[in-house]
């Protein structure tokens, strides 16, 4: 079946550092594939999303590269900032266009210093 | 503005109490599902419905059951709560065209049972 592996957290930076957090993921077919993000006592938020090999999704500075060759879709900032810190999931869309069921990593945290 | 509620936010409940959690959306989304996240596991669907009188089962449904009686509820019941299902869920909803399957959450009902 479908899975999305990420990397353990959690993850610790200072302000103004790079961020990277890796996803790859087991799917059939062309899934689409999604970064959310979980504040402090908050729902998930869509943070930025790609349907296709190739795409790049964006969102507030954060960017991910859909990669069907490493089947692999890395989360990047370039400077994060302190407001950063949350809860990220890496998700795929399944294949069963009647579930739709959202196929999630287990998340990983990261902690911005100032 | 667009958005999915959940009630309660926080439960404590004991073993074989019967509850409910509500969910409401009132984006017009035919697509509603319920998820759970527990620690190292991410996110696991539990069951999902396609419309009004459409539900189906997810990975995880034992120990639950839903309705869909009207389009904007989708209510999740535990007719009889073991201490497995003290757990963080999440309501979830989106249209039912498109391939992109982008969802949008609730904030989250915190349930413990004792």
């Known amino acids: 079946g479908d899975s999305v592996t990420q990397m353990e957290g959690p993850v610790t930076l200072s302000e103004e550092a790079f961020l990277t957090i890796n996803c790859t993921y087991t799917a059939t077919g062309y899934p689409s594939l999604f970064w959310y993000v979980q504040y402090p006592g908050e729902g998930l938020q869509l943070l930025l999303k790609a349907t296709k090999a190739d795409d790049k999704g964006s969102n507030k500075g954060f960017e991910a590269t859909y990669r069907k060759e490493t089947t692999s879709f890395h989360l990047e900032k370039g400077s994060v900032q302190v407001s950063d810190s949350a809860v990220y999931f890496c998700?795929?869309?399944?294949?069963?266009?009647?579930?739709?069921?959202?196929?999630f990593g287990s998340g990983t945290r990261l902690q911005v210093q100032p | 503005e667009a958005q999915v509620t959940q009630n309660p936010r926080y439960l404590i409940t004991v073993t074989g109490k019967k509850l409910t959690v509500t969910c409401s959306q009132n984006m017009n989304h035919e697509y509603m599902s319920w998820y759970r996240q527990d620690p190292g596991l991410g996110l696991r669907q539990i069951y999902y419905s396609m419309n009004v009188e459409v539900t189906d089962k997810g990975d995880v449904p034992e120990g639950y059951k839903v309705s869909r009686k009207e389009k904007r509820n989708f209510p999740l019941i535990l007719e009889s709560p073991s201490p497995n299902q003290t757990s963080l869920y999440f309501c979830?909803?989106?249209?039912?065209?498109?391939?992109?399957?982008?969802?949008?959450f609730g904030p989250g009902t915190r349930l413990t049972v004792t």
């Open positions: 998700a795929l869309s399944g294949t069963d266009t009647g579930r739709r069921a959202l196929t």
């Open positions: 979830a909803s989106s249209v039912s065209t498109g391939a992109n399957y982008e969802q949008y």
